[in-house]
């Protein structure tokens, strides 16, 4: 017995430096995995010069992909093309004919300068981007706007705060009864 502690406690410690080295390499080799996946998902790659004034509000990562919920024409001055597109809530909540529309709720305007097809005359194509425009729902954040954020860029900046104060009282004077949101699914 007394012979064998100290060969007990050698073994132990061989034990624990194994174990150390196993872990450390283990987690040296997950790190460039683990940043890539904290940048891919987090706002953290958006700097605060990119966020809405007033609400903070960012253009959301891969919109481009998001669903059709209508698209729109806008007449002169303007002459834009646009396309109203939602993340999984809103789509969610447009089939379910759900308002007003749940937390977490994003809807993206996009629009376009209306451009004559190069190959068709009479045809109508999307030209330059023109605005991103966006509306986030979270009933507390923004309760004083019935909870809406508002954001609106132009080549991925935000415009000025004056720009920014005009959102809700349009959309309240317009849409209060659908819960600030004119768009309507297309049939
Ligand atoms: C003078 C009225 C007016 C103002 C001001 C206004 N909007 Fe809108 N907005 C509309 C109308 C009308 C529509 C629907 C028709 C269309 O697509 O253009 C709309 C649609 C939208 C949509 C699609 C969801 C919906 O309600 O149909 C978003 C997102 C949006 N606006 C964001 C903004 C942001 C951000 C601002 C402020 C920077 C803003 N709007 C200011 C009138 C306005």
Known sequence: MTIAEPEKKKSL?????VLTVV???????????LVTIAF??????????????IFGVTIPAGYKR????????????LDELRAV???HTAIDAYQAGKLPFPDGTILV????????????ASATI????????VMVKDSRKYAA?????????????PVDEAQHRTCFACHEARAKSRDYVFTRLAP
């Open 13 to 17: 410690y061989t034990t624990m430096i």
């Open 23 to 33: 872990v450390l390499v283990v987690f040296l080799t997950c790190m460039p995995y």
């Open 40 to 53: 891919a998902e987090g706002p953290a790659e958006q700097s605060a010069a990119d966020a809405s004034p």
């Open 66 to 77: 998001w669903e059709l919920i209508a698209p729109a024409e806008e007449a002169a001055p």
């Open 85 to 87: 597109v939602g993340n």
């Open 109 to 120: 305007k996009r629009a376009w300068k209306r451009k004559q097809s190069p190959e068709f």
């Open 126 to 133: 999307p030209g330059a981007a023109t605005t991103v425009q």
């Open 145 to 157: 706007t019935g909870g809406w954020g508002f954001g609106r860029f132009i080549n991925g900046k």
